[in-house]
């Protein structure tokens, strides 16, 4: 009988933890093979949004196609950074198809569309290819460049709020309360204004 005991037992024991075993295997791995470096800016943490005037936090991250974005590399075009809550959501969604369908027009006035929210790159990815988004979408799942840039949030997501960044690198314009239904227009609107 104790023979028996030490071989089927430890058997038995291993078929029924078999499942939670590939899973664990599967969720480590599977978790390595989307791994990215996360966003990183080295400005302070802020309580309030920029001001008008204020140098745009410098920021690195790796966006949704791979690319590596660093904001001081984008000095010489405006800089629409946008801030949105979460990827697919019905404002969030009004607001990316917006920026996509003013595409044209928003390079012809030297300008960059960054969007940003607390989800990783494979939402990003899936988000951007969904609704055919020409634009970069930047994770920023550890919630770095919404603080150094004073963006609130509300159940870990950040708050819809877009900085239009002037051609050297200076806040030229903050939206704290966007309207995802004309908030392209109301951009593209004020790009027309910006000094060359």
Not at 77 to 91: E, H, I, W
């Given at each position: 009988?104790n023979?028996?005991?030490?071989?089927?037992?430890?058997?038995?024991?291993?078929?029924?933890?078999?499942?939670?075993?590939?899973?664990?295997?599967?969720?480590?791995?599977?978790?390595?093979?989307?791994?990215?470096p996360?966003?990183?800016?080295?400005?302070?943490a802020?309580?309030?949004?920029?001001?008008?005037?204020?140098p745009a936090p410098?920021?690195?991250?790796?966006?949704?196609?791979?690319?590596h974005v660093?904001?001081?590399?984008?000095?010489?075009?405006a800089?629409?950074?946008?801030?949105?809550?979460?990827?697919?959501?019905?404002?969030?969604?009004?607001?990316?198809?917006?920026f996509?369908?003013?595409?044209?027009?928003i390079?012809?006035?030297?300008?960059?569309?960054l969007?940003?929210?607390a989800?990783?790159n494979?939402?990003?990815?899936?988000?951007a290819?969904?609704?055919g988004?020409?634009f970069l979408?930047?994770?920023?799942?550890?919630?770095?460049?919404?603080?150094?840039?004073?963006?609130?949030?509300?159940?870990?997501m950040?708050?819809?709020?877009?900085y239009?960044?002037d051609?050297?690198?200076r806040?030229?314009r903050?939206?704290?309360?966007v309207?995802?239904?004309?908030h392209?227009?109301?951009i593209?609107?004020?790009?027309?204004?910006?000094?060359?």
């Amino acid at each position: 009988m104790n023979s028996w005991f030490h071989r089927v037992l430890p058997r038995a024991i291993l078929a029924s933890l078999g499942p939670l075993l590939t899973l664990g295997v599967a969720g480590c791995s599977k978790k390595e093979s989307f791994s990215e470096p996360p966003a990183k800016s080295a400005a302070p943490a802020r309580e309030k949004p920029l001001a008008v005037g204020d140098p745009a936090p410098d920021f690195e991250a790796v966006a949704h196609d791979g690319s590596h974005v660093r904001l001081r590399d984008l000095r010489g075009k405006a800089v629409v950074l946008y801030f949105y809550p979460k990827d697919g959501t019905p404002g969030c969604t009004t607001e990316a198809q917006a920026f996509r369908d003013e595409q044209a027009a928003i390079e012809r006035a030297q300008a960059v569309v960054l969007g940003i929210s607390a989800d990783d790159n494979q939402s990003h990815r899936h988000f951007a290819e969904e609704h055919g988004l020409p634009f970069l979408l930047l994770p920023d799942t550890e919630h770095s460049l919404a603080r150094a840039y004073g963006v609130g949030s509300f159940l870990g997501m950040p708050s819809r709020v877009t900085y239009l960044i002037d051609r050297q690198g200076r806040v030229a314009r903050v939206y704290p309360n966007v309207d995802p239904n004309h908030h392209a227009a109301e951009i593209l609107r004020d790009l027309s204004q910006l000094p060359p």
